[in-house]
């Protein structure tokens, strides 16, 4: 399952996590991020034990995008031991994505 974080949460369920984290930065009128949701739901049931997969509602969450200068929608930052390690923009299919997030917990 992929769980919608917003500020209060950021830090617990992000820089806070043991596992690696992906977070989906996305809008509910962007059309490109409608396209990803099925492979962001996909990779969170395939990889759930390894990889923590989280949304962030850009225009709920302002600030959390603001701090990481997301200027495009969809943006997927890969998080790893607090610190934002690879960031992805745009839609990507399932297993290119899957090829780049795979270094991080495998």
């Known amino acids: 399952m ?7 949460e950021f830090d617990k369920e992000v820089l806070n996590s043991q596992r690696p984290v992906l977070v ?3 809008a509910d009128w962007c059309q490109p991020c409608k396209m990803l949701s099925p492979v962001i739901e996909s990779i969170s049931h ?3 034990e390894m990889l923590k997969v989280v949304k962030v509602n ?5 600030d959390i995008a603001n701090q ?3 200027n495009s ?8 031991d607090k610190k934002a390690v690879k960031t992805f923009v745009g839609f990507k299919p399932q297993p290119i994505l899957e090829k780049e997030i795979s270094e991080f917990f495998s």
Do not use: C, H, R, W
């Open 2 to 8: 992929v769980l919608e974080v917003s500020q209060n």
């Open 24 to 26: 989906d930065f996305y």
């Open 46 to 48: 395939k990889y759930g």
């Open 58 to 62: 850009v225009d709920k969450s302002a």
């Open 68 to 70: 990481y200068s997301i």
């Open 73 to 80: 929608i969809p943006t997927l930052i890969m998080f790893k």
